[in-house]
């Protein structure tokens, strides 16, 4: 009986392991997007779905992910076979795109976003500019990227001062660094404007001296930030359209132009060669500023200004301390620059106090300063850093002004004048 079941057994073993399946190849799992690849959006945003499938019930492991989130501000992967996108209003003037990677497993797919510009019932002015004013700054934005900065305005200078009622178009311009840096020219190119700060070539960039600038009647200035801007260059032809508020404007400026040089370096001249001073179309004016520079001593300043502005021609300051409120003259040293900062001078009576940049501002100068500006620009500036200032009372209420100076540059040049007459 025994032999019997132990066979019996064996038996039904065998039909067992007789009909167990051989192993069957794995299904490959399927994914796939049943709606559009593309969607266009419109510039009040929203929500748009995605469709997809997948063989077998494996949802959860659906992920869902934004390349800009400023765009695309909200994913929902909650529900089975569907992907709610919610999409931002756009309030630039500007189409953009962002994308959305969906991701199961080792599958993937790219969903694109288009979505239109913001629209506006603006409108449309159109100026014709006939001032260009500007200055290079060099590469002091991005290494090797050369920084412009240019004003357009429609008669808003006289003599290089802004006048009541003047509107000006002030933009910063990356592009390629000038071929010629003795005469600079704004590189010919479409300029586009951009925000993001990657500091491109070709582009308007919002560092902010970039807006639309006015000067009320009571000389009271104004700016707003433009929306958009977009500006072509072609030799002396500039052509930019820029959105401010509701308002496109259209400005063109056709003409010559220059550009002042503001590149800091460690020098404050940017003479070549010995100067003897031309004050003979200046007025000259002396004045007690008392302790201007907080250092116990009177300060002076004489002034020399053209005649014809500051448009043209010479301007000179010389900037002295003296013990006396009311006697400027004396013979006078330069002040060398303080032991405990090398930045500031070395303020004592007795001496006249060197042309010096305000900490790394290249536009911003104090001290004893000689300048000569052409069409309103300064085309030359050096200031008296070394030397001898002497000022003599003649007795009939003319006075004689001796300057014997070096300047700053790395090969330092002279700078004189011999002055003779009377202060106004």
Not at 221 to 236: E, H, I, T
Not at 402 to 421: C, H, K, S
């Amino acid at each position: 009986m025994r032999r019997f079941i132990f066979m019996l057994f064996a038996a039904v073993s065998l039909f067992a392991m007789s009909c167990e399946p051989k192993d069957a190849p794995e299904q490959e799992v399927e994914f796939q997007i049943t709606s559009d690849t593309t969607v266009t959006m419109a510039a009040e945003g929203g929500t748009f779905v995605i469709a997809y499938t997948i063989s077998g019930d494996d949802y959860n492991n659906v992920t869902a992910e934004a390349d800009d989130t400023d765009i695309i501000n909200n994913i929902n992967t909650n529900q089975k076979g569907y992907i709610l996108v919610s999409v931002s209003a756009n309030e630039s003037y500007s189409e953009r795109s962002a994308a959305v990677r969906i991701t199961y497993g080792e599958h993937s797919a790219i969903i694109r976003v288009n979505q239109a510009a913001r629209v506006v019932n603006y409108e449309v002015v159109n100026i014709a500019a006939n001032q260009l004013v500007g200055k290079y700054y060099g590469d002091n934005i991005k290494e090797g990227v050369g920084h412009y900065w240019i004003i357009l305005t429609k008669d808003g200078f006289v003599d290089g001062a802004a006048v009541a009622g003047g509107e000006y178009f002030r933009l910063d311009l990356l592009a390629p660094m000038p071929k010629d840096e003795s005469n600079v020219r704004i590189p010919d190119g479409e300029y586009r404007f951009d925000l993001s700060q990657n500091y491109e070539e070709f582009t308007i960039v919002d560092i902010g001296n970039t807006d639309y600038s006015w000067v009320d009647d009571q000389m009271e200035g104004w700016a707003l930030p433009l929306a958009d801007a977009s500006l072509s260059v072609a030799g002396n032809r500039f052509e930019l359209v820029a959105v401010v508020e509701s308002t496109e404007y259209h400005v063109v400026f056709e003409g010559d132009y220059s550009l002042t040089t503001s590149v800091i370096t460690d020098h404050v001249s940017s003479l070549t060669q010995d100067a003897v001073i031309d004050v003979s179309n200046c007025s000259a004016s002396v004045a007690s500023y008392g302790d201007y520079w907080d250092c116990g001593c009177n300060n002076w300043g004489i002034e020399f200004v053209c005649r014809n502005g500051m448009k043209n021609g010479t301007y000179l300051v010389i900037d002295f301390l003296s013990n006396s409120t009311t006697d400027f003259t004396g013979r006078y040293v330069d002040s060398g620059f303080s032991a405990e900062d090398e930045t500031m001078p070395d303020f004592r009576p007795g001496v006249f106090v060197p042309g010096f940049r305000v900490a790394d501002d290249a536009d911003l100068l104090l001290g004893s300063l000689y300048m000569v500006y052409k069409d309103g620009l300064c085309v030359s500036q050096a200031p008296l850093y070394e030397g001898t200032v002497t000022i003599e009372a003649n007795g009939n209420g003319t006075y004689t002004i001796v300057i014997d100076a070096l300047d700053d540059a790395p090969e330092q040049n002279r700078i004189t004048l011999n002055w003779t007459g009377r202060f106004e």
